[in-house]
Structures are given as structure tokens and as C-alpha cells.
């Protein structure tokens, strides 16, 4: 198997992961990740999404360059942010910030269908030719400004920003379900990050509970004006 060199490391990653949610508690109230998030960290194959001289870090506990001055966030990130999710297979995601598309393939291990939307170019090629070569058909890659959201494909079951926002974007607000659920860095760039967990009530009431001081790369384009 291609992934056998890695499996060792892959499994010490997971211990370090469950350590710092363990640790973390206290601010995201998750002592533990559930066995499928757990399960789907353990068959995504991280150094498939890494630029090639990175391949042998890539079951290291920290964000990695993948070119165009945007990284891959580091795995407990992807590990919280996909609990905090609480996905299934009937949920349809979006995703904002596709980047390597490791984040994308981890939510297709636990979603329905994932639309998952990146502003560079060269990324969205990248992302797209590994998600195929690793066999994901139910993951969508769309180019554009994210703080738009898909609207042909709204709404959402769930939605996920992989860039820090200044604020909540409307359009992203209004493409989520009734009971659904939004994770996001909300901050200023440079200035303090918090991850956030947005819930909409059955009555469409908005609710936004700050957890975890983080430090993203910023979400450009049109939620900057
Ligand atoms: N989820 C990614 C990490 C992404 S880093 C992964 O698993 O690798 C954040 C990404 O958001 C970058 O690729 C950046 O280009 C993208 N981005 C920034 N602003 C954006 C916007 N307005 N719309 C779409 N993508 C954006």
C-alpha cells in the first residue's frame, strides 16, 4: 500500500490531536473528537495534499505552505473544526478556502456532498487534480469569492470558512438551513482570531458562540469593503 510509510506516522498524529482536544476543552467543550471524524483523519492521506518537499512533515501537528502564499492549516484544526461540524452522511457542506482540498476530502469522508470554493486559480486546478486522483466524486470545486457563497447550490447544511473574516458574510448566512450550523474564524487581519460557532434556530435566529483563539490566513475579496 502507497500510504504504509506513513501509517506510523499518521497514527502518532492522531494521538497528538486527541491530546489537544483534550487540552482544549476547556474553550471548544469537546473532551473527545467522535470515532468517525477520527476514523475519516486516519484514511485521508494528508501528504497527498502537500507540496512534494514537505511530504515527510506532513504528519506533523502544524500548517504547511502550499504556494501562492496560503497554507494548509495545521491537522487539529481540520480535526475541531470538522468535529464542531457534526456532519453526516445526508448533509450537503460548503466550504470556503479550498486550498490543497484536504480539508474537502476529510468533509467528504463524513458528508453527502461537498461544494467547496477557492479565489486562486492555480489552487482550485491543484485541489481538483487530487481530489480525482483519490477518487472523491462527491466533492465540487468552484473559482470565485467565497463570501458570496454558491447560491445555485443553497442552501446548506452546513458551512465551513477556512480564512479569517472580519465579520459573518450575509450571503453565507442566508444560504444555511434552519437549524444549520457555520464554523469560521471571525477577527480582524492581524488582530485576534476566535474560532466561532454560528448556529441558526428553527426560527432562523442567529447565534454565535466564540471557542478557540486561532490565527488563520485572511479570507480576501469582497468581505474586506
Ligand atoms: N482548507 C484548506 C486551507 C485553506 S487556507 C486546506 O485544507 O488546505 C485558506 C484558503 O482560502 C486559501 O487557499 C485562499 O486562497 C482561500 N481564500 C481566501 N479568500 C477567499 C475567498 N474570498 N473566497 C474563496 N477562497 C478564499
Known sequence: MADAPHAVARRALMAEIAAEVRATAGWTGRQTLKPAVTAALMRVPRHAFVPGKFRTTAYENHPLPIGHGQTISQPYI?????????????RRVLEIGTGSGYQAAVLAELAGEVYTIESIPALADMARRHLVALGYANIHVLVGDGSFGWAARAPYDRIIVTAAAPHIPTALIDQ????GRMVLPLGPEGGEQY?????KSVRGRVAEQRLLPVAFVPLLGSVRH
Do not use: R
Not at 444555511?176 to 437549524?179: K, Q
Not at 474560532?195 to 448556529?199: A, C, D, F, K
Open 78 to 90: 481540520v480535526a475541531i473544526m470538522t468535529e464542531l461540524l457534526d456532519l453526516a452522511p445526508t
Open 176 to 179: 444555511l438551513v434552519l437549524e
Open 195 to 199: 474560532l466561532t460557532l454560528v448556529t
